[in-house]
């Protein structure tokens, strides 16, 4: 069954220079209801200001994915990674054992993005960072996999999880399909480095950055929650 939770329920805060919109518990946010989605813990739909940021700030035992929607995000974490994530790409840090970063919106305009945190599937591990430009033409009318724990998804940024993160891009009427439990989409076998004995349930989770989609019989609006 599809649970439909609109944008106007979630719960948020706003600091000033970061308009934020949480899906489930985060930070001052609590609801007992809304701890996860399996081992997806976290998913924010945040505002950035111009030339304001998250400062350096540590992170461990999480796999976090950001999908810029408008303007980017530059990182910096303490590996010496630095990087600049544009609209419609992705960035991925495993933090592993620990880690402390920053993100800031340099632009001279506001930054959407999500930012996804998932349970790793073992604990520790050496932290890593990656960001990849993912072509708009590669995902018009389909699903493909941003970010991946599983060996197939070769395209993908990897994560050290059982998940999978999906983007597509619809023009109004199209159609795109992903039939959850067929065996040509299940998830293939995860990465040989990536064990899981702390999997749960295969789970599933849509969201529309724009516009609005029709998720049979639902119908979810823009930046609605699906699950």
């Known amino acids: 069954m599809i ?5 106007d329920t979630l719960g948020g805060a706003n600091p000033g220079w970061l308009n934020a919109k949480h899906h489930f518990s985060f930070a001052r946010y609590h609801d007992p209801k809304r701890m996860g989605h399996g081992s997806l813990r976290v998913w ?3 505002e950035i200001a111009p ?3 998250f400062p350096p700030h540590p992170h461990a035992e999480m796999e976090i994915i950001t999908y810029v929607r408008k303007g980017a995000i530059t990182h910096e974490d303490s590996l010496g990674n630095t990087g600049r994530t544009e609209a419609g790409d992705v960035q991925v840090m495993s933090a592993g054992s ?3 970063h920053a993100e800031y919106n340099r632009e001279d305009e506001p930054t959407t993005l999500f930012q996804i945190w998932i349970e790793p599937g073992v604990e520790g591990g050496e932290p890593s960072w990656g960001a990849k430009p993912f072509p708009k033409g590669d995902r018009a009318g389909q699903f493909v996999a941003l970010a991946s724990g599983f060996a197939g998804d070769t395209d993908a940024l990897p994560i050290r999880a059982e998940a999978r993160v999906l ?3 619809l023009k109004a009427g199209d159609t795109a399909e992903y039939r959850l439990g067929s065996k040509s989409h299940l998830p293939p076998r995860p990465r040989e480095d990536v064990p899981n004995p702390l999997a749960k349930a295969y789970t599933h ?4 950055a724009q516009s609005c989609v029709v ?3 639902i119908r979810a609006r823009r930046r609605d929650n699906t699950l």
């Open 51 to 53: 030339n304001t940021g």
């Open 44 to 46: 924010n739909d945040d």
């Open 215 to 217: 998720l049979q019989p």
């Open 205 to 208: 989770k849509s969201l529309p």
């Open 3 to 7: 649970e439909l939770r609109p944008f």
């Open 98 to 100: 620990g880690v402390r």
């Open 167 to 169: 983007g597509a891009t």
